[in-house]
């Protein structure tokens, strides 16, 4: 252990070991099994798996059930700026990142009442669902779900030269034409599912959009979930600095007003 690990607080001091321990393991290696390593470090396994998951958000480790703890090799984040609507497909292709489509369900549901309210559509309408996972440097990265009207994408519409993106693919026929697209943007905790999907324990933190895809006429055409592994992704915003109204002013033009 090293001095600066022993002169922080015990949970920082664990995470302080981990980091080096993950640092001195080759890409590819395997860590000792969770319930060897905890005893080593002299902490519990719910204490050794809570801070593991940090460097696994970090996409330095991998977790696989049953499996084993993995150390990933330093890869590329895909990095891109949240004012325009693209996907990861065309920011992979910009980095010079090869990514790929996993598991793909096509499925015909009828609209709940959730799906009903953000399509804009009676509930029971026929939409298709459409759920894969996104892979890169040889694991999966992200869970994209996207939600659709039978107007707007069917089943054979996704049967030859789908490769993962519903807005390229959009995009690419043109119709219906696309003007924005309105998204929340929040922390999720993996549910049982999308952990299975992810190669993730359930918990584990992900970065979660939200989004409802507007055509021209003003229309909802899609309403999709994106789960991404923060290790992996980095977003960014660019803001515009707003104007400030001097305070003083409003105080004195309020006391004359009064007079």
């Not at 390593?37 to 593991?52: C, D, N, P």
């Not at 939200?210 to 006429?217: G, M, W």
């Amino acid at each position: 252990m090293s001095n600066t690990a022993a002169t922080i607080a015990p949970y920082h001091r664990l995470q302080v070991v981990l980091a080096e321990l993950i640092a001195s393991t080759p890409a590819g290696g395997r860590l000792p099994a969770e319930p060897e390593l905890a005893r080593q470090l002299g902490v519990s396994r719910a204490t050794l798996r809570e801070a593991m998951r940090s460097f696994e958000g970090q996409g330095l480790i991998r977790r696989r059930q049953g499996v084993g703890t993995f150390v990933v090799g330093k890869s590329a984040v895909l990095d891109t700026g949240l004012e325009v609507l693209e996907s990861i497909e065309s920011i992979a292709h910009r980095i010079g990142l090869e990514v790929s489509m996993g598991d793909l369900r096509i499925q015909e549901i009828q609209a709940d009442a959730d799906q009903a309210e953000a399509l804009n559509v009676p509930e029971g309408t026929p939409l298709i669902h459409v759920g894969r996972v996104i892979q890169a440097h040889g694991r999966p990265v992200a869970y994209l779900v996207d939600i659709l009207p039978e107007d707007v994408l069917t089943p054979e519409d996704l049967q030859q030269g789908f490769t993962g993106s519903v807005l390229d693919l959009i995009l690419m026929r043109g119709s219906p034409r696309l003007a924005r697209s309105v998204t929340e943007v929040r922390a999720y905790s993996a549910s049982g599912e999308v952990g299975r999907l992810l190669e993730i324990q359930r918990g584990d933190v992900l970065l979660m959009f939200s989004a409802r895809l507007y055509s021209v006429d003003d229309q909802v055409v899609d309403y999709s979930s994106s789960f991404f592994l923060p290790g992996y992704f980095r977003f960014q915003i660019v803001r515009r600095v707003g104007e400030v109204r001097p305070l003083g002013n409003d105080i004195r033009n309020h006391s004359e007003s009064e007079e």
